[in-house]
Structures are given as structure tokens and as C-alpha cells.
């Protein structure tokens, strides 16, 4: 962990180690940043080769705390998966989570600060991209000493910054596992992505991205709606049905089912935790994410990626990143002769199967890590 | 036509006819209405015997403006179902499409005016249920002089309104359609309504259902929610894709692609169109609807219904109000030995398909009715 230590500067009593990486970093799409701070939390230990790293990029709104770490002993959001003899083996690997250029847990976004005034960058922030993320993960890696991955692993959002990754840095990845993603987002998703944007927008509170206050309503109803998409109505019906419930009290047009309690609760920690303008820009990213941009079409730029494994995922209930959009991914690998395995998987969660599904997803990703 | 001209009374120069229902008018949930006034339109001619009328009960949003009619004529909503020779056929039928109580069409609802006091009822409207709702449709069809339906045709909320007339008044149903719709709604369809509902409530223009102007920002976020489910991720992909537009200029976090676009001239055709509170009112309706209230559990309260002829028309495509509900329906009839005809259609076009799959529609609809 010296590697690792070194990078520390004053760390929160519980936050993650920053990394610092110097400036100017320039954007895909015009303006720079300054300079970039990057949050991550690492698990294991890096080899004398530098040669077992893992790098996992998360989906939009976890930060780098997938597991209980040395900064922070609370549950990550992939707890299941990642620490001795789990399926990201720590005995075996150096385990890194990065928290996403962009994103509000630690890392350079648009609510961090800008050192040119010292004013938060709010909209002035320079529009982003999956490309950007993804250089700036890798210059996380790079600060820890690690120039190659053993493997990249990419659930949601985070697998298309990995494709993002694997087509700018061709040769620094072993393997790759994509889940739940998508080369590109078809018009169904961009829609759902859009509006939750808009519920943010046309909250008042939001004042142009300009809040000091959050904008509180705006952003329950975007985590609200990204809920209703993330699952299914098959899990939904099992686990809340009809039922009632008066935790709310009894306003008109108020609470009344459970599941209208149950996104209630979720939505107001969420709030709690989550920066708007950066959901704002998450968001229009992923929308504006085109692998084929790194080609002359997705099949070309996919041929780019030079890992010597490529695993794919999907959920046969995701209606958020359907099951055709990672067949594709895996039907445009294979016809560039790549080493590539698809798994459809039958679980009834829906998009978030990976984060709750661990019955199918610790032996998939286990097998398939252990057998590189 | 005799008995619809006797009804009118002072009609707007293109507006539908209203029929007015003495009062008081007692509400299921308590509270009463002191008068209704009742919009509908008419196709054909009522039978001497009065016995080929068709009440079409319509979903949230549509008028009674069903077709091309004597009172206005540009297309209806269903306007290829409604004609000679066409599946609801106007040479042997009389056919009747009603604005629903608490719609804001012509019909009595919360953004009409309590003739107590000469204001807008808003939320003092009384509490709204499908039963009301049917039950202000059958005293329409009576002061047309209709006591007993050839057929009733419910598609989805309407569907659930057919089954609240059926279970109240199982004697007076020769037939009874019911598409895409549901003995009672299920987590996920109440999570995506209330979604809508809580669109509304957090645009501050809707100041508590007193706004003067309307609550516009919410009612399209609300509209384009509705939409989002309303349709498939299929179709859209193939009809919009990741096309781009500038249509709506080239704000940050503005409107990017062609499926934005196009739900955003939806969304503002709504709102100039329909009420807010009327919108919430019949929303939450739809949520606490459940027709085993009519016995000791669903199976026991479609027992009631009469109708000697049942069809029950899924869609496998339909998210919002899954085939899986419809099929559910279909098995309770069938449990209780009525004569219940079941179809699942292979339409992609979702919830929607019964407004715009017309070449399965027409000849199934047009199908059942003539083997009356």
C-alpha cells in the first residue's frame, strides 16, 4: 500500500485517498481542467509487477467505496464481490475503484471548486464525456503505479467508460467485462436519461445550476424515475403488491402505497448524497456516448479493443440497457474475431441484477477472473 | 338523432352535446356532486328497440371525441374503429363514446364550476373511483334512452371503468370488451403514476390545485412519463434512434435528440389541452381501483359480472399494463364460467397499440362484434 499511501494529502478522517493529477487536463470536446483531484479506494495489494490490478468503473451514481476499506468500514455498494476469496479476490488481486471524473464523491466535477476563482464550476464546467472519464481513471491508475489491467470491469455507465478505456488505450488492458451496458444508448433510454434531467431543470430551486441550496424536489423525482426503470415489475409486484401504507401521513395526492414509500425513502437519501449539476452532465454523457466515434461504425471501433478476453453481460429483465444492446456488443466482438463470451442472465431484477443478484453474478464474474 | 338533439343544451358551436344528470349525485368514497353534466358524442342510430347502442369508455386522456362526428369533424382518437363498414359499425350500431366523470371535456370535474358557490371545484372535488365514474356513464347512456348495452368497450383505464360498470350493473351487459387493461394495478404501473402525479405536485404553479395558469413543467414532465411507458423501447429505437435535432436551439441540457423532440410536442399538446387536477384526480382513481372490493377477492367479483360475451385483449409489448394482467382477467372469467374469449397480440406498439396497431385491432374488434 506505500504506493497508495504516498498519494494521500490530508486525507477526510473517513474519505477516500485522493489522487492528484496535474494539469491542464484537456476535454474531448473543448476546455480544460486546471487540474484533476480523483477519489478511489483500492483492496489488496499491488504486485512487485504491478501486473494483478483491477480497475472497476462504476455505474452513475456510486462513488468509489464498492467495499469496506481501510478509509471507510461500512458496506460498498458491491460488498459481495470484492475482498478474500470472493469473486474480485484480494488475495489474489489489487482491487481499484475509482470515483468518476465528473461525480461528486471526491473527484473533480461540477461541484467541486474551481482554483482559478474559487467559485464552484457549476454549468461552467466543460461538457464531459465517457472518453474524458475514462482518461482520467487511467491517470488514477497511472499515479498507483499501474500502466496495465489485469482486468477492467464496467457494470451500467461504467462499462461504457471501460469501452471508452479499451478503444483509447487498446494495449493496457488483459480483460474487460462489460455488464449490463451498451455501446450506445437507443432513443427508449435517452428518453428516461432525458427526463430525469428535466425533473432537475424545471425545478425552480435549480436556478440555472446555480443552487446553494439543492434542488431537492427536482432530483427525488429523477432517482424516482431511474428507479422505476432500474427494476422490474415482476420484482416489484412480489415485494410490494398493493400493500399501504400511512408512514407519510395522509395529505391528498400524498403517499399511500408502499412503493410509493419505499421510492420515497430512497430518492430522499439520495438527495442527500448527490450533486444535481453532476447528475446533469453524468447523464447527458452517457446520452451522448457513441463507441462508433472511434471508428468508422461500432463494429470498427469495437475491433479497436485489443483485451485478449472480453466478457458480456446481460440481464434478460433489463429494460433500461436491454439484453440486444450487450447481444450486439458480443455479435460485433465476435465478428472481429475477439475473444469474447456473452452470458444472458434470467434474473428478474432488471437493470440493478448486478448489484443485488449476487447468487448469479459471484460465480460468473469469479469464474471468469480466475480462469485468466 | 331525436333523443341526443333533446339533450342539447346551448352546445359550443363545435362542442360536444352534455347531458345533464339531476342531482345530488353521491360520490362512492362520500361527498356528492349537486349536478353532472355529462359530454358524449354519437355514431348512428339508436335502434327503436334500444337495443345496439355501444358505450365506449375511453383512458385517462381522450375526449368523447372517439370519430369525425355532427358536433366536430376532425378525426377522432379512434377515429378508423368508428364508421360504416368499419369494425364499430355505425350501420348497425349506435355508438357512444362519453368524457369521464371528473375529465375535463365537457364533463363534470375538478376544473369545473361548483354551481354552489360559483368556483372552481379544484380539490374540493370529492373523492374520484372508477364506480363513479361508470356509474355517471350509465346515467348518460339512460338519458339517451339506453338501458341495456349490445356491447361495452373499455380500453385501459377505461377498461377498468367497463369492469366497475359490469360488476355494479352485471344485468344491463350484452357484451363486453376489455383491452389492455387490468382487474387492479400492480407496484410498478402505480410507481410510474404516481411519478406523473408527484410531476404536478412539485411545480409550484400547481399551488396546491389553486393555480390560475397552469402547471405547465409539470404536466408535460407528467405527460412525457406517460409516454415513456406508453410505448416501446422497440419501436422508438427504429423510429428515432440517435437522431439528432436543433430544433428547440442549442441550450445546455436542452433538447439534443429527435426522441426529445418529439416528446416534447406532445407534451406541450397536453397541456394546452388537459386540467392538472383532473390529470391527479383520475390518475389516483385508476391506483385504487381494485375490483375484488365487488366480492371476497377478484375471482369473486368478476363472478358478478353477466355479460354473456367477454373478450379480454392483451398486448405482449405492454409494459404499463402487462399481458400477464389481462391474462389474470381472462382465467377468473373463465374460473367462473363465463364465456371468455382471450387474445394476446404480438403488437410492438406497447400500451398504445389499440390506438394505433389498427391493422390487429380492426378485424379482431370488428370480429367479435359482428359474431354478437
Redesign the interface.
Known sequence: MSRTAALLREPEPLGPPIAHIPGPFAMRRGGSLPELEMAFETWGTLSAEADNAILILTGLSPSAHAASSAWDPTPGWWEDMIGPGRPLDTDRFFVVCVNHLGSCFGSTGPASIDPRDGRRYN?RFPELTMEDMARAARETMRSLGVQRLAALVGPSMGGMVALAYAVQFPGEVDAIALISTAA?????????H??Q???I????AWDDGDYERPPT??M??AR??G??SY???EE??E????QRTDRWGKA??G??????SY?EAVARKFVDQFDANCY?YLS?AM??F?VSEHGDCVYSALARVEAPRILVVGVESD?LF?LAQQQSLADAFARADKNVEMVALPSKQGHDAFLVDMPRFQPLIGGWLSRG
Open positions: 454549468l450506445r444508448l437507443d432513443a427508449r433510454t435517452i428518453a428516461i432525458s427526463l434531467r428535466e425533473a431543470r424545471v425545478d425552480p424536489a427536482g427525488k423525482l424516482k424515475i428507479m422505476s427494476r422490474t415489475a416489484w409486484a415485494r410490494f403488491g398493493r391528498l395526492f403517499i399511500e402505497f408502499e412503493i410509493e421510492l446533469l447527458r446520452d451522448l457513441d429494460t436491454p
